[in-house]
């Protein structure tokens, strides 16, 4: 099973590029989350989605938009990078039930200059 | 904002010893979730715990939840090098889902041969 996948795994850009990052899941979950980690900081959320069609907005939103238009898929949209920006973004998606565990992608790693 | 304390954030043993990681908050969650997080890699979870007081075992691994819902800990006997890894602990309130999940910073377990 592939679970989450992410792509890409690296990305350099430079301040003011837009990306996107891209997020698949073929569980059927219904709840999928995008996440920053830098160092020593833990993992902080930045957006979320219940379902298709529906986001919202978790701890650092600014700077990042998402959209949801299938169970599947789950884009992260940058649009004028910063290098604020510069972390590990990890997708995660998770059932319905209360209290179910996340299953994340491995990551992509952005930098940018 | 709720606060998730892990410590100590750094350790470093030799094999074959016995240690103790710590996640302590202000406030009561509904469950507690620990994961394992290898370099390059997503976290992946090794537990859940629900109840106050419950003790789950998971091979070498003992993880207890307290009484009053608001710490766990993380208890691992004869550390092995493959125990290498960032420990993350992560509190859920309500039963909505796990959207609302808080993430400690993590403790990076160095297991030397």
């Known amino acids: 099973n592939a679970g989450v996948t992410q792509t890409p795994k690296f990305r350099i850009l430079k301040i003011g590029q837009s990306m996107t990052l891209q997020c698949t899941q073929d569980m059927n979950h219904n709840y999928m989350y995008w996440y920053r980690q830098d160092p020593g900081m833990g993992l902080k959320l930045i957006y979320y989605?219940?379902?298709?069609?529906?986001?919202d907005k978790g701890e650092v939103p600014n700077g990042y938009n998402v959209s949801r238009s299938t169970t599947e898929d789950f884009p992260l949209r940058l649009e004028l990078a910063a290098p604020s920006q510069t972390s590990v973004y990890f997708c995660a998606s998770s059932g319905v039930i209360g209290n179910s565990p996340l299953h994340f992608g491995n990551g992509t790693r952005l930098t940018v200059t | 904002t709720q606060l998730l304390e892990q410590s100590p954030q750094f350790l470093s043993i030799q094999e074959g010893e016995n240690l103790t990681v710590y996640c302590n908050s202000s406030s009561v969650f509904s469950s507690l979730q620990w994961y394992r997080q290898e370099p390059g890699e997503g976290p992946v979870l090794l537990v859940t715990v629900v109840t106050g007081g419950e003790v789950k075992k998971l091979k070498r691994l003992t993880f207890q939840f307290g009484d009053a819902r608001k710490d766990s800990s993380l208890h691992i006997t004869a550390a092995q090098p493959g125990d290498t890894g960032l420990y993350l602990c992560a509190g859920a309130r309500g039963g909505a889902g796990s959207y609302q999940l808080t993430f400690g910073k993590g403790t990076k377990l160095s297991v030397i041969p």
């Open positions: 989605s219940v379902g298709a069609g529906i986001t």
